[in-house]
């Protein structure tokens, strides 16, 4: 009976506690509101910042008002310079038909460490870019994407800099990641995770991506406003999900949509944001998200649009979120991974290049021209320039996948040769006849299509001179 009455009151304890923190939290939650979060995005999705493409002058007006943001609130820069921003040159695909740039360009990083675990992470990222203006000089200005992700971050880090100015500072440190290059391929998340991890990956407890939360999505059936639609919570740790769904039952109680939350959803959602680039290296990430519309990628995805309360509310969620990770005693647990079904394997660069050239298709209308660059095979229709192809992750031997596209590939080869003699007066006439036959199987939502190698012109091979001519030499 003790036994039994000592679990009820360390139960009891634990709840306590966990109303305790986040009643804390909601005095620091009450400065994220819909006001501050309209003017920060009149400014940060207006024509002033040229729909924000990478590299060009748009963007970096948005990445100066980042930074003067955070130090105007007295947050910290998180990269080692100390000036808020991580550098990069970065190699941009051209598309429909252009060619490719070189640009440079960077994130922008800022940090609330932490008082007992500041060597735990916190990221709380959103991207900070957009698909700049079009030939007839539309501006893409991208206030929902990723607009009110990027304006959700600041009043976010506003309310946990309030948190220390009270005392109440959280005990992991808290990042906010502003990357750059989502649009163009997740590249500012890929160069923070795979190039220059400025905070370890392994000291990082999670990953909580905002990315489009302004709107409703018209295509989904309830018809409640307040909603979010979450992807990835349980995916890599059951410990975050539970953590998510309690924050929300003891706060706002919105209705938490997974609509989207497979891995396998055929709008391949999870792939798509900036969150898939921390997932991919073992750490669980939770995507918020409020869905597509009629002005996603468009002219008119502009600020009078976004629903301001709805913002506020999702942005909240967020930080509580952040606020219970951040200040629980334990660490989130991650869950044991599953043994890998498939070879582990690295190509060599000759094998890679075993496997270039032209495919076709009698089924399919496209034809695509696979090359070996910088040690990775890539892919692109051959009416598209070089700039547009897509890097192939490798899964097996001769196995590849473009987990965006939701494609897989798996290269075969046969090769047989066949040698004929013709002896005549003017000498041995020898022919080789060497065929090899290339496939590549294109497997994409259970479909599997098969590609053939062109093959190049054949090459003649020369005669061999008769005996007599050999012995008049």
């Known amino acids: 009976m003790k036994k039994i009455l000592s679990i009820i009151v360390i139960s009891l304890i634990a709840i306590n506690f966990s109303f305790s923190q986040l009643s804390e939290a909601k005095k620091f939650a009450k400065s994220i509101t819909a006001k501050d979060l309209s003017k920060h995005l009149y400014i940060y999705a207006s024509d002033e910042f040229e729909g924000r493409n990478t590299g060009e002058e748009g963007q970096k007006k948005a990445v100066e008002y980042l930074r003067n943001y955070y130090k105007s609130i007295g947050v910290e820069p998180g990269d080692p310079d100390k000036d808020y921003f991580q550098p990069m040159t970065l190699n941009l695909r051209g598309r429909r038909g252009k060619e490719g740039k070189k640009v440079d360009t960077e994130n922008v990083i800022a940090i609330i460490r932490g008082t007992e675990k500041a060597d735990e992470y916190v990221v709380i990222s959103a991207h900070l870019d957009h698909v700049g203006v079009n030939e007839n000089g539309e501006i893409y200005n991208g206030a929902d994407d990723d607009g009110s992700g990027t304006v959700a971050l600041l009043e976010i880090a506003e309310a946990f800099k309030k948190a220390v100015e009270k005392g109440k500072g959280p005990k992991r440190s808290i990042i906010l990641l502003h990357v750059t290059g989502e ?51 349980d995916h890599d740790s059951k410990d975050l999900h539970n953590l998510s769904e309690e924050t929300n039952k003891e706060t706002l109680n919105m209705t938490l949509d997974y609509r989207f939350n497979d891995k396998n959803d055929p709008q391949r959602f999870y792939y798509r944001s900036d969150h898939y680039n921390f997932a991919k290296n073992g750490i669980p990430i939770i995507f918020y998200f409020t869905g597509t519309h009629a002005d996603y990628h468009k002219p008119t995805d502009t600020p009078d649009k976004i629903e301001y309360d709805l913002l506020e509310l999702r942005t909240q969620l967020i930080f509580y979120t952040a606020w219970k990770i951040a200040n629980r005693d334990a660490r989130l647990v991650v869950d044991p991974k599953p043994e890998k079904v498939s070879e582990s394997y690295s190509h060599s660069k000759q094998e890679l290049k075993s496997f270039e050239g032209i495919y076709k298709s009698d089924g399919f209308p496209l034809m695509f021209k696979v090359f070996e660059s910088d040690g990775k095979l890539s892919m692109v229709p051959t009416e598209r320039s ?48 060497k065929t090899v036959l290339k496939t590549m199987i294109f497997k994409v939502s259970g479909n599997e299509i098969l590609f053939n190698l062109i093959p190049p012109p054949k090459e003649k091979i020369g005669k061999e001179k008769p005996e007599k001519d050999k012995e008049q030499e």
């Open 386 to 433: 070089m700039e547009e192809s897509m890097v192939l992750d490798e899964e097996g031997k001769n196995k590849f996948s473009m987990k965006m596209a939701g494609v897989e590939l798996e290269f075969k080869t046969d090769e047989s040769s066949h040698e004929t003699k013709t002896v005549s007066d003017e000498g041995i006439d020898i022919k080789i006849k």
């Open 183 to 233: 649009e163009k391929g997740l590249l500012g998340s890929r160069y923070y995770t795979d190039t220059d991890p400025i905070y370890p990956l392994e000291n990082t407890v999670v990953n909580l991506n905002v990315d489009m939360i302004g709107r409703i999505d018209p295509s989904r059936e309830a018809k409640n406003r307040d909603y979010i639609y979450l992807i990835g919570s």
